[in-house]
């Protein structure tokens, strides 16, 4: 089963759509879809590692245009954007994030943008907090692009090798993968 889903992820990375469908959750994780690109940008740049920075430029813009509707879902649809907040997993509230802000203000996009941490809760609690506008902006270029980047010229260098292995030793790979994912799950939850 795990082999049949790596192959159909290969496949639609080789795919002519497969561009049009990076751009699309790019752009939908950044306000409310749960899945991050990465998922898509990684076999993407393994199977055409020639486009690796091109995908990387896709993912940014779209991630960035997305955020846009991120920030004005918790600007303009407050209860909406509280909604989202409560179903992953942060109930706080609006003070909460005014507090965040108040205090950490860029730093906060600038952290959780770079890092696996669901860019909604950036772009959501940002316009929920009515975070300057522009400094969020120039944020999300930086934090979105530098990530998406320092993927595709990770995977690009040494994606090769990466792939063998991971081919190789596929299941050890996936258990790898998921108590790494299941650990930093846990330790965001207890900061």
């Known amino acids: 089963m795990l082999r049949k889903l790596y192959d159909r992820v290969f496949d639609l990375a ?3 759509h497969a561009t049009k469908a990076l751009a699309v ?3 939908a994780e950044s306000s409310f879809f749960p899945i991050p690109p990465d998922v898509m940008l990684a076999p993407m740049i393994l199977a055409r590692p020639d486009r690796a920075y091109f995908y990387a430029a896709v993912c940014t813009v779209a991630s960035v245009l997305g955020g846009i509707v991120g920030y004005a ?7 909406l954007g509280l909604a989202i907040m409560r179903v992953l997993g942060h109930s706080d509230g609006l003070e909460q ?3 965040w802000f108040d ?10 943008g ?8 950036v772009t959501i609690a940002s316009g ?3 975070f300057s506008f522009p400094v969020f902006m120039a944020a999300s270029v930086v934090t979105r692009g530098g990530r998406f980047f320092l993927e595709a010229w990770i995977l690009k260098r040494w994606g090769p090798a990466m792939l063998a292995q991971v081919e190789k030793r596929l299941a050890m790979w996936s258990v790898i993968g998921l108590v790494a994912l299941v650990a930093l799950i846990v330790v ?4």
């Open 14 to 16: 080789r795919s002519r």
């Open 25 to 27: 959750v790019s752009f």
């Open 73 to 79: 879902i918790g600007y303009f649809l407050t209860d």
């Open 97 to 99: 994030f005014r507090a």
């Open 103 to 112: 205090q950490w203000g860029l730093w906060v996009i600038l952290i959780k």
């Open 114 to 121: 770079l890092t696996p941490i669901p860019y909604k809760l």
């Open 128 to 130: 929920l907090a009515a």
């Open 188 to 191: 965001l939850k207890l900061l």
